[in-house]
């Protein structure tokens, strides 16, 4: 199974993890377990929890890529 300790995939893990773990979440449809959540991102109490979030995606990014992408096209630029 693919997947994430058990999980569908990263953001599911975490989101429970960090969101629902320990609730009584049961009598809630995933709607509203959706709608919960993108509240809790949009108060204003809540900037850390938001900023944890995009720190732990962008560290997936590979800078090192992004880089040689832009030196080869710079690289092109001056050969025309």
Not at 25 to 49: C, I, N, Q, S
């Amino acid at each position: 199974m693919s997947g994430y300790n058990g999980w569908t995939n990263y953001p599911t893990w975490r989101v429970n993890l960090e969101v629902f773990d320990g609730g009584n979440w049961d009598r809630y449809t995933p709607e509203d377990m959706e709608e919960f959540v993108r509240d809790l991102l949009t108060a204003d109490v809540h900037k850390g929890l938001v900023v944890d979030y995009a720190m732990s995606f962008i560290s997936e990014v590979n800078w090192h890529e992004i880089h040689s992408h832009y030196v080869e096209e710079s690289i092109v630029d001056e050969d025309e």
